[in-house]
C-alpha cells in the first residue's frame, strides 16, 4: 500500500477491458434477438409489396373521386 492508503496496482486492466466489452456484444445481441422475435423480421420485398398495394389504393381512390366529380359536373349542366 502507498502512503494514502490506496494500493499501487501494476497489473494491467486487459482482461477487465475485454470481460466488458464480450459483455457488452451479448447485450446487444440478446435485445437484438429480444426485438427480432416479438416483431419478427420482415424482407425488403414484403416491404415493398405493401407499399406498391397501398399506392395502387390510394390511386384507385383518386380515380374513384375523380369519376364521381366528372358525373357531378355533368348532372349539374
Do not use: C, Y
Not at 416483431?39 to 369519376?67: C, H, K, N, Y
Amino acid at each position: 500500500m502507498s502512503e494514502d492508503g490506496r494500493m499501487n496496482d501494476t497489473r494491467t486492466h486487459w482482461p477487465q477491458i475485454i470481460g466488458s466489452i464480450l459483455v457488452a456484444i451479448a447485450i446487444v445481441a440478446i435485445a437484438i434477438a429480444i426485438v427480432t422475435a416479438k416483431f419478427g423480421s420482415t424482407p425488403s420485398a414484403e416491404i415493398e409489396a405493401q407499399e406498391e398495394r397501398l399506392e395502387q389504393q390510394e390511386d384507385l381512390a383518386d380515380e374513384r373521386r375523380d369519376v364521381a366529380e366528372d358525373r357531378r359536373e355533368e348532372a349539374a349542366e
